[in-house]
């Protein structure tokens, strides 16, 4: 059935005679306007004419019978000079235009019959002050800004976050996101028109190559860069959150270009940083040495002058970061020497070497190319071809800790490659119509593997220490392969004061990810539940090839090997989605313009491989939910997913001095491929999991040869086993509605100020259940605290978790922001802006593992039960940001350029849980259970806290004392005593960051009317640091979820849970502050660069 509709949707595209990419991005700019005489009346068949001035490439069109005129697909940036002209007419010019990603620049020509000197108009980019092609939020950055940013990863969300209703976290491997108080994973990411999303779902980044925490595009490339929060334009889709759409440059008629370098080091980083400003100095430490350089060059230029340009980017970096460890700060119990034995025991018992333990050195290398060629057919017709190429591997090394020391052949090696290509073909056919076509090709490698020979990954517990060695568990059967074709075309039509667009878009994915995680096996030696041996015996017990404690392995159930090599195993699948889209742009009258379309999307995908056993009736009948048509073998029905708009842009008073737009519409997502495609993976019947724990059976010791682990299931007997991940039929990719309303004012002494609001409410997002989790069987007894408690086993003891998957239409999100921009006559540039953001879900989406979705979920009925909407990890809460720029020339022959930018942003949002939560429900969770707030002692039951030697820490009652004396000084937890704590109603300490950037240029005169420039660059990250060694604090939280309180049991006979009360204890990393060598740091750092530039 699928590719029946699959084939009808693509005939009905061929014969529209259309050819189709899924949301393609904005690549080009656009002119329209009206000409008319001195009395007013239209002026049919003036000719129009823009000239791109450094390229030379002619843009041009003629009125119509109402003196309209619409010139479309014109390159972005400028200047640009226009000409309009009529017989019998004076001409009418306009030079110095500036033409922003996406606008479309009103022009209103006025000709006189009057023979008159000619005066040309100069309009400069400041001119502009409102679009009045503008509806909804969003930000334009020029290369100007871009260049003027402080920045050091050189990455898109570096100047993302010049956009107010953005919030930027730091992730694992790079920079997260969210825009519009929505999941990183629900925005579109294209850079000239082309998709380079990370469409399978795994980088935090959003981008192709991300996991590695690499742009996929140098800044030295760019053009122009948007950020689109509520476009109301059919054409732009494929996100729920917001979209980033960069250009990249072109070549001109002169050779232009530039080289640079740019440096970091320990030398160039503050030390440890206060905790608060009366600290001693004492015990303040430097980073460990560190190095991290960028170079490249890139140059633009003729081919045939006015004709046909190029331009090529070459980019390098070169990360390393040495991690020292010092061993006398081991908490551990096992001596140097004991190490050293461990050692050698690895090696003459095994013949495996673990590596270094004692200075792990992490590092980062990537190459990026770009080469563009820009042809002008014709006058016409204008052709533009990119290839960009991007490689880089990471090496994340373990680092030791007091707590934990890290052998680094345990680390993770990530090698990811992407090759990108892109056909652009821009035509006026005829007077009245424009064509814009889109072709592009995307191939992603990405290869996550264990540092090191093959070996199983180990843990000891060590007291107050642990060792880890072997293999990274997550790492040994890891590769993801993505092959994506995007085709689009953007017919336009002419008529009067209407802009008719009709189009059609589609995307071709082809997916292989191989995943399975322990897959060499994994043993730990280490205290269980309450069985096993205490302190440093562990490290005996793996030295005398004593059985593990607990022993994990997931394997391929066809396979005979291990690793990359598993057959059989990876999910390997096709997808589609087509698009189809009609709009029309109105110009009413001279005051308002109104867009109104409507586009259809469906999506496509391959049915998965069956699993007969689990597709039995009499398998299905016993779990107690509604699987709702969702077995094996039986995918996603297509879905039409529709996606209404209406826009207005409304010039209040007629002189761009005071406009309204805004506009109410539908925008339609991608679905992180991972998400559905964990399907073709978790059938139950694909891979199996060996799972053995001391308290209720005997674990293997260790087995070193990773091809030949203890298995629960046979090579090739169709057993099933592990997890299972299902859809329902009808299941919708997430979709949302956005209302959007903003005023822009001009203001005395050329100030502008924005007012804007978005609210967003999601029509389908995913949602979760484990069906495998058997109804619960009561409640909680002897406190308030009566939640919801289970002590089923799992409804089918054949399978894991068994994950099923659906749409919701809970959930919502909101941002308000103000903002004030000025440019003064003296160089000085200002902007101003603060915004409020909330957002209230089910689920978030922050995990690439639909069982993570569910087990990471805050409830307190657990995950199957009652769920209603909390505040979610993406709320902004309040956000302050701003930028000034000062440039002076001087001298004749330097300038010096200064740039300032503030963010203050409420911190990250957070959970008070129960430590070991998921005994209490007895649910497979991950200790997200929100805690009960007590308003008394009666109201919790505390138990006397021991040691490992049982020696006793604190009674229960010195635990209330102190529980409650914590309750009371917590805002939020004294207004919650007698309720429980809500998900994420607490937040880290507010952030206050101020970045700076300083240029200073030398010019060098090279003769005709030519200079090249000398550019020396300091960018100080965390200027507030560098002032104060208190100031400048970035806060860190573990998993949103703050452990107030310790499980510590039933009471026995009954089912009233006990608790103790740690203090700080269990959480004195929770509101650690990033001190790292990132520059997301709560020190100091320099970043020192030099750029020759030559050309300008």
């Not at 843990?459 to 060792?467: K, P, Q, R, V």
């Not at 302050?880 to 409420?906: C, H, M, P, W």
Request: hydrophobic residues 35%; without cysteine.
């Amino acid at each position: 059935m699928n590719q029946l509709l699959r084939k009808i949707a693509f005939s009905m595209l061929l014969a529209m005679g259309i050819s189709m990419a899924f949301a393609q991005g904005v690549t080009t700019s656009s002119m329209n306007g009206k000409v008319t005489d001195s009395n007013g009346e239209e002026l049919p068949g003036a000719t129009v004419i823009a000239v791109h001035v450094p390229s030379g490439t002619q843009y041009g069109n003629v009125t119509d019978l109402q003196g309209f005129f619409r010139i479309p697909n014109m390159r972005v940036g400028g200047p640009y000079k226009v000409t309009i002209t009529f017989v019998g007419f004076e001409p009418f010019e306009k030079s110095g235009i500036q033409l922003k990603l996406g606008q479309k620049l009103y022009v209103a020509a006025e000709l006189s019959q009057t023979a008159t000197e000619l005066e040309e108009i100069v309009v400069t980019a400041a001119g502009d002050i409102f679009d009045g092609n503008k509806t909804g939020a969003g930000t334009a950055l020029s290369v100007e800004n871009i260049n003027a940013a402080p920045t050091v990863g050189r990455s898109l969300g570096d100047f993302a976050r010049f956009n107010p209703q953005t919030l930027i976290n730091e992730g694992d491997d790079g920079l997260e996101i969210s825009i519009g108080g929505l999941n990183n994973r629900y925005n579109a990411i294209y850079i000239d028109g082309a998709v380079n999303n990370d469409v399978f779902g795994l980088a935090a980044s959003g981008t192709n190559g991300g996991q590695t925490g690499v742009s996929p595009i140098s800044v030295d490339a760019i053009e122009q860069l948007t950020v689109s929060v509520a476009p109301f334009d059919v054409r732009q889709s494929g996100f729920a959150g917001g979209s980033i759409n960069a250009v990249t440059r072109s070549g001109t008629n002169d050779i232009e270009g530039s080289a640079y370098y740019f440096f970091r080091n320990q030398d160039l980083a503050g030390k440890t940083p206060f905790e608060d400003a009366n600290e001693s100095t004492v015990n303040r430490q430097k980073l460990a040495e560190f190095s991290a350089e960028t170079y490249g060059f890139r140059v633009g230029g003729p081919i045939v002058k006015d004709k046909a340009f190029f331009f090529v980017n070459v980019e390098l970096q070169r990360d390393e970061t040495p991690q020292p460890f010092d061993f006398t700060n081991y908490r551990g119990s096992a001596t140097r020497g004991a190490i050293d034995t461990l050692v050698n025991f690895l090696d003459t018992a095994y013949n495996y070497n673990p590596g270094s333990y004692l200075n792990n050195t992490a590092f980062l290398e990537s190459d990026k190319v770009i080469a563009k060629f820009d042809v002008n057919l014709n006058k016409n017709h204008k052709l533009t071809l990119r290839h960009s190429y991007t490689k880089a591997e990471n090496l994340e090394a373990r680092r030791s800790t007091a707590t934990g020391l890290e052998f680094i052949n345990g680390s993770e090696f990530f090698v990811s490659e992407t090759h990108s290509s892109a056909i652009e073909l821009k035509s006026l056919l005829g007077n009245n119509m424009s064509n814009h076509f889109t072709i592009g090709a995307t191939i992603v490698r990405d290869d996550r593997d264990p540092q090191g020979d093959p070996f199983p990954s180990v843990f000891i517990d060590d007291g107050e220490g642990g060792i880890t060695f072997g293999s990274e568990p997550f790492s040994t059967a890891n590769l993801l392969d993505q092959d994506i074709i995007t085709i689009n075309n953007n017919l336009e039509i002419y008529k009067g004061r209407h802009t008719i667009l009709v189009g059609a878009n589609a995307e071709f994915y082809s997916v292989k990810n191989l995943f399975i995680p322990f897959n060499f096996g994994d043993y730990t030696y280490e205290f269980t539940r309450g069985v096993g041996s205490v302190g440093p015996s562990f490290l005996d017990d793996f030295l005398n090839r004593r059985p593990a404690s607990l022993y994990q392995f997931s394997y391929g159930l066809n396979s005979a090997q291990n690793g990359d090599e598993t057959t059989g195993t990876a999910a390997e699948f096709n997808s589609s989605q087509f698009g189809l889209y009609v709009q029309d742009e109105v110009q009413v009258n001279d005051k308002l313009k109104l867009t109104v379309g409507v586009r259809a999307d469906i999506n496509f995908f391959e049915d998965t491989p069956a699993n007969p056993f689990f597709n039995d009736p009499s398998t299905l009948r016993q779990f107690p939910y509604n699987l709702q048509g969702a077995k094996t073998g039986e995918f996603i029905d297509p879905q039409v997913s529709w996606s209404p708009r209406i826009g207005f842009n409304y010039d209040v008073r007629g002189d761009r001095t005071f406009q309204l737009r805004g506009g109410v519409g539908i925008f339609t997502s991608r679905i992180p491929l991972v998400w559905p495609g964990s399907a073709y993976n978790n059938n139950g019947l694909n891979t199996g999991f060996d799972f053995e724990r001391i308290d209720f059976t005997t674990p293997p010791s260790l087995v070193p040869d990773v091809n030949n682990q203890p298995r629960n299931i046979a090579v090739g007997e169709q057993e099933p086993s592990g997890n299972v991940d299902l859809f329902v039929d009808d299941f919708r990719i997430p979709q949302v509605l956005k209302v959007n309303l903003a005023g822009d004012k001009a203001l005395p002494g050329d100030m502008v100020l924005t007012v804007e609001g978005i609210y967003t409410k999601f029509l389908n997002n995913v949602y979760y259940q484990n069906i495998n989790v058997d109804r619960p069987t009561g409640g909680a007894t002897g406190t308030p605290d009566n939640r919801l408690i289970n002590f089923n086993d799992r409804v089918d003891g054949t399978y894991g978790r068994i994950l099923l998957g659906s749409n919701t239409s809970k959930g919502y999100t909101y941002n308000l922001s103000a903002s004030l921009s000025k440019r003064f006559d003296y160089g000085l540039n200002a902007q101003l802006s603060y915004s409020f953001g909330d957002a209230w879900t089910i689920y978030d989406g922050t995990s690439s593992q639909n069982s993570s979705q569910w087990r990471g979920l805050h409830a307190v009925n657990g995950r199957n039960n009652w769920l209603q909407i909390q505040r979610s990890d993406f709320a902004q809460g309040h956000r302050i940001l701003a930028n000034l720029t000062y440039r002076k020339d001087y001298a004749g022959f330097a300038a010096t350029q200064v740039s300032l930018v503030y963010e203050g942003q409420s911190g990250n949002p957070y959970s008070y849980v129960y430590g070991l939560g998921d005994d209490i429900t007895g649910e497979d969770s991950r200790n997200r259970e929100l805690v009960y707030v007590p308003r008394n002692a009666d109201e919790i039951v505390l138990v006397d806290r021991f040691d490992d030697d049982d020696n006793l820490i604190s009674t229960a009652a010195e635990q209330w004392e102190a529980l409650n004396a914590f309750i009371e000084e917590d805002d939020y937890l004294k207004e919650r005593r007698g309720r429980y704590a809500q998900r994420n109603q607490s937040r880290t300490p507010f952030e206050s960051i101020i970045d700076l950037r300083v240029l200073q240029d030398f010019y060098l005169e090279m003769g005709n009317g030519k200079k090249n420039t000398l550019q020396f660059s300091l960018d100080i990250f965390n200027l507030p640091n560098l002032l104060n060694k208190a100031w400048g604090k970035r806060y860190d939280r573990q998993f949103a979820g703050y452990e107030l309180l310790q499980f510590a049991g039933f009471q026995e006979g009954s089912d009233t849970p006990t608790f103790t009360f740690n203090g700080f204890d269990e959480n004195e990393a929770f509101f650690g502050d990033f001190d790292d060598a990132g520059v997301l740091s709560s020190r100091w750092q320099i970043q020192l660069g030099v750029r020759y530039i030559f050309g300008n």
